[in-house]
């Protein structure tokens, strides 16, 4: 019973990596006021470009490198359609994702010419001594050294957004870009600022994925990770705490079906694939209607225009 | 500036210049999106080291080549082409579904339990039975999204993306148990019933009744949207939300309403490649049809005329991808590239048409100051 629960919490953690760090990215924009449906696009092409840079340089911290210039250039596009172009940010970010899978997909049948290796070196996971040998809670002592970072950004992301000049600009021009603009923020400045930070974060999420679990890129794999950091984003109620919550919950769910399916239990496989995606459903109808977004959410920023 | 003479009152009469009518903007910006799809696909193709012209001559000749490459041009636009419709409503709406894919095979799911389990009905009574009931599927499939963001306020467009893997996990799961084959060997269902199967209407190809059946469809959605009542109101409530609330229309209604009638469509164009095509549900069957549906509906405008249009482009470059990574072994997944492309490049339409008029603006005015001097 132990050991299942234990899996079940290092399963957890390895899965929820990914999506909080998106999700983290994907705030920014949020707090800033441009909806960031590009995420799944972001994170294909982190997940890709980490393979890539590993597969070149051979350590898989040049590749999560890569993995982030890739999730900043999809991000950028998402910034100046929606920031200087003003159109549909939901449309903007759909085109964007579509765009990236077929890229992903194309290039990585003529980037690697003899065959994609069928695996990169990947991140390997770090024991702390001691603390590790403890049962259950010793798994959170033997994760892989994005894991750690990636929890210790949540502080670090509530300190910015809330304490610090920079985020207090930033949530003003989510809320009242207006106002913002006639206290002399840049209104177009700040956002592109939260676009790049989100490129970078969901494109470290998508290596997160590619270099943290399977050490491999395969064609669509973000398999909609993209839209449940997304949705963990309105689940956690705009704050990096809640977001850790989220993206912990989202993580179980998908801990659940590997360690089911691992189980061998009689319930059909498929019930358990099904589950993060109803649950993102359910959990949005619970949470939607009770949490209040930025104001100026989804809305183009023209000067001198109400 | 016109002078004329009517009834004996002098009138002048300013002509519109032709730059400002609002079609030609709209051809104009979609033209412009086109040909910078069709640049960076060329310089896409270049960078992986084969000839973009080479490889669009093959596509041309795979898609129109042959009787037989016109006939699969025509099938493969069908389910786009009725999927984008579907779109069409629900985007005039005001909603953004990106849930055709799953909509596409709950309808396909649908028609394949009326044709195994009915097969004994004559063809008359079961292809049209199973095409209700696909488009029904499809339609409440839809309206689970329509419902949670009438009632409760939930982003129609997580909750479609959500339900397309529900959908496909949900197949996966009938394919590989109660549905599957007696044989009980692939995962896939038993064959639709003879009777099921969609008659062909040219012989030596594949092409079937559903062709007429996605006209007739065209017909109908431009009527519902710009000759009914109720597409007036659903086209209010989705350009103006507050403006059609006042008036007394009921917004969440239109709303659900939009919803299973795009997902009705989409149900609709799955059970028409079940019963016309592959007479047996499997995984996968819809080969995201549904996605490029998106593309197809946002290049056509969100218009009828247009969209068919688009359809057959798309239906086109499917056709035409396939004899391309046969021939060049240029990856099929350019169509993906290509669809993104055009959502981007579509969506700049106005900049596009706005800056080009500009551009014809201002040399025209240097002309017409070259001739005064």
């Known amino acids: ?306 | 500036m016109i002078q004329m003479n009517i009834g004996g009152a002098q009138v002048q009469v300013t002509r519109k210049k032709r730059t400002e009518s609002p079609l030609f903007q709209k051809v104009l910006g979609l033209g412009l999106a086109l040909l910078l799809v069709i640049l960076v696909t060329g310089i896409i193709i270049a960078l992986s080291g084969k000839s973009p012209l080479v490889a669009g001559q093959c596509m041309i000749r795979g898609a129109f080549g042959t009787k037989n490459s016109v006939a699969e041009t025509l099938i493969k636009s069908v389910p786009l082409l009725l999927s984008a419709l579907g779109l069409t409503i629900c985007y005039r709406t005001g909603l953004t579904s990106v849930g055709s894919e799953g909509q596409i095979i709950i309808g396909g799911l649908m028609a394949t339990i009326v044709g195994v389990k009915l097969a004994a009905l004559p063809s008359i009574a079961l292809i049209p039975l199973g095409m209700i009931v696909g488009a029904i599927g499809g339609g409440l499939w839809a309206s689970i999204a329509g419902l949670l963001k009438a009632k409760l306020g939930v982003s129609e467009v997580i909750n479609t993306i959500m339900l397309n893997y529900v959908a496909t996990y949900l197949v996966g799961y009938l394919v590989d148990g109660p549905l599957q084959e007696a044989a009980g060997f692939y995962p896939q269902s038993d064959m639709l019933g003879q009777n099921a199967w969609l008659p062909t209407i040219l012989s030596g190809t594949r092409m079937h009744i559903g062709v007429i059946i996605a006209a007739v469809s065209v017909v109908l959605v431009w009527f519902l949207l710009w000759k009914l009542p109720l597409g007036y109101q659903m086209r209010a409530a989705g350009s103006n939300p507050i403006a059609a609330r006042t008036n007394g229309i009921n917004v969440a209604k239109n709303m659900v309403l939009a919803m299973f009638l795009s997902g009705a469509f989409a149900g609709l164009a799955g059970s028409i490649e079940i019963m016309g095509l592959h007479h047996r549900l499997m995984n996968g069957f819809s080969s995201s049809y549904g996605f490029d549906s998106m593309a197809v509906a946002l290049l056509g405008g969100l218009h009828p005329v247009g969209v068919t249009i688009a359809a057959l482009f798309f239906g086109a470059l499917r056709t035409g991808a396939n004899t391309m990574q046969r021939t060049l072994q240029v990856p099929v997944s350019l169509v993906n590239v290509i669809q993104g492309l055009v959502i981007l490049f579509v969506l700049t339409q106005a900049l596009l048409s706005r800056f080009t008029i500009r551009v014809i603006q201002r040399y025209a005015g240097k002309k017409e100051e070259d001739h005064h001097a």
């Not at chain 1, 993209?226 to 705009?238: D, E, F, L, M, R």
């Not at chain 1, 704050?239 to 919950?249: E, F, T």
């Open chain 1, 1 to 306: 019973m132990l050991d299942i629960i234990t899996g079940f919490l290092e399963a957890t953690l390895r899965m929820a990596c990914p999506i909080m760090l998106a999700s983290l990215g994907a705030l920014f924009t949020a707090r800033s006021g441009i909806i960031n449906f590009a995420m799944e696009g972001i994170m294909i092409t982190g997940a890709f470009f980490g393979v890539y840079g590993s597969y070149l340089t051979g350590s898989p911290w040049l590749g999560a490198l890569l993995g982030m210039a890739g999730g900043l250039a999809a991000s950028l596009i998402l910034g100046i359609m929606s920031i200087t172009v003003k159109v549909d940010q939901v449309v903007a970010g759909t085109g964007v994702n579509v765009l990236f899978l077929g890229l992903t997909s194309y290039f990585c049948t003529v980037l690697y010419p003899n065959g994609q290796p069928s695996s990169v070196n990947a991140f390997q996971s770090v024991v702390v001594p001691g603390l590790s040998s403890i049962p259950v809670i010793g798994v959170f002592f033997r994760q892989n050294l994005l894991t750690y970072i990636t929890f210790l950004l949540v502080p670090v992301i509530w300190y910015l957004l809330n304490k610090t000049t920079f985020g207090l600009c930033l949530r003003s021009v989510g809320e009242q870009p207006h106002a913002a603009d006639s206290l002399g923020i840049h209104v177009d400045r700040m956002r592109y600022i939260a676009i790049i930070l989100a490129g970078l974060l969901g494109g470290l999420g998508g290596a997160a994925l590619s270099l943290g679990q399977v050490s491999c890129f395969i064609e669509n794999m973000t398999s909609g990770r993209g839209y449940v950091a997304w949705s963990a984003v309105t689940v956690g109620k705009y704050s990096p705490i809640g977001i850790m919550g989220a993206s912990i919950l989202f993580g179980g769910a998908e801990a659940v079906q590997l360690r089911l399916q691992a189980m061998g239990i009689e319930i059909p496989q498929q019930f358990f694939q099904m589950l993060p995606y109803v649950l993102t459903m359910v959990v949005l109808a619970g949470v939607v209607g009770r949490t209040v977004g930025p104001k100026a959410i989804g809305k183009p920023f023209v000067k001198g225009e109400r």
